[in-house]
């Protein structure tokens, strides 16, 4: 790629849950579900304060260091079975604004990928539910990477299959640890929360609130 195609090139990485489909729910009943079955009750804020993180690393913070990785393996798998089960049984529906700004994106030639610490099993489900398969070149999941959020592996890695480099890239995430991960690689980054408490270059309660601007401006 030359220079000015570099400086054209554009991308958004889309965190999945919680930033394009509200799945929460399943997450927290298949968790605590799992969990209870193991004997090891679990509080929502424990729930919380995991999100957005990949499975072994949440497990590992739950079980202790101790926990082999057969089990952590093994609870983690009955756990995504689990989700899956409610997200098809109960179905799944994008955020507000969340399918009207992909679309957007696609038809104004900004690239798209999808980031996510979820399995790439999970991914597939919500991206076919919600009906935005077409409009994305990449989805990048757990299996994609070696370590979670916060560190930027799963962002950069988006970010190579699209072919445009870091700094041309704007990530949307609705977790902490997600917004950490797009500093830490270069990324500018919008954030998503209701309650504000997220240090995003562009934060708004809801994507339906996003200037119509907002992506053009953080790259410049």
Same mark, same amino acid.
């Given at each position: ?11 958004? /990485? @889309? ?12 997450? @927290?009943?298949? @968790? ?6 193991e004997g090891q009750p679990l509080t929502y804020q424990q729930f919380l304060d995991s999100f957005g993180q990949r499975n072994d690393r949440i497990l590992t913070g739950w079980l202790g ?35 009207q700004w992909v679309k957007r994106l696609h038809a104004d030639g900004w690239r798209q990928a999808i ?46 299959? /699209? ?18 991960? %797009? ?15 997220? %240090? ?21």
């Amino acid at each position: 790629m030359t220079a000015a195609q570099d400086d054209k090139s554009r991308a958004v /990485l @889309w965190d999945l849950d919680g930033t394009l489909v509200d799945s929460g729910d399943y997450h @927290w009943r298949s @968790w605590r579900d799992t969990m209870a079955a193991e004997g090891q009750p679990l509080t929502y804020q424990q729930f919380l304060d995991s999100f957005g993180q990949r499975n072994d690393r949440i497990l590992t913070g739950w079980l202790g260091r101790d926990a082999s990785p057969s089990l952590i393996a093994r609870i983690g798998d009955a756990k995504e079975a689990l989700y899956r089960e409610f997200a098809r049984s109960e179905g799944l529906v994008a955020l507000p604004g969340a399918e009207q700004w992909v679309k957007r994106l696609h038809a104004d030639g900004w690239r798209q990928a999808i980031a996510s610490s979820a399995p790439r099993a999970n991914v597939e489900v919500m991206v076919e539910a919600v009906g935005i398969a077409g409009y994305l070149q990449a989805l990048v999941a757990a299996e994609d990477v070696t370590v979670g959020k916060p560190d930027p592996q799963v962002f950069l890695t988006a970010a190579a299959r /699209l072919g445009v480099p870091a700094r041309r890239c704007v990530v949307v995430e609705d977790a902490p640890a997600g917004v950490e991960a %797009a500093r830490a690689g270069g990324m500018r980054s919008i954030g998503v929360s209701a309650t504000g408490n997220l %240090a995003a270059d562009l934060l708004v309660r809801s994507l339906a609130d996003l200037p119509p601007d907002a992506f053009e401006r953080l790259l410049g």
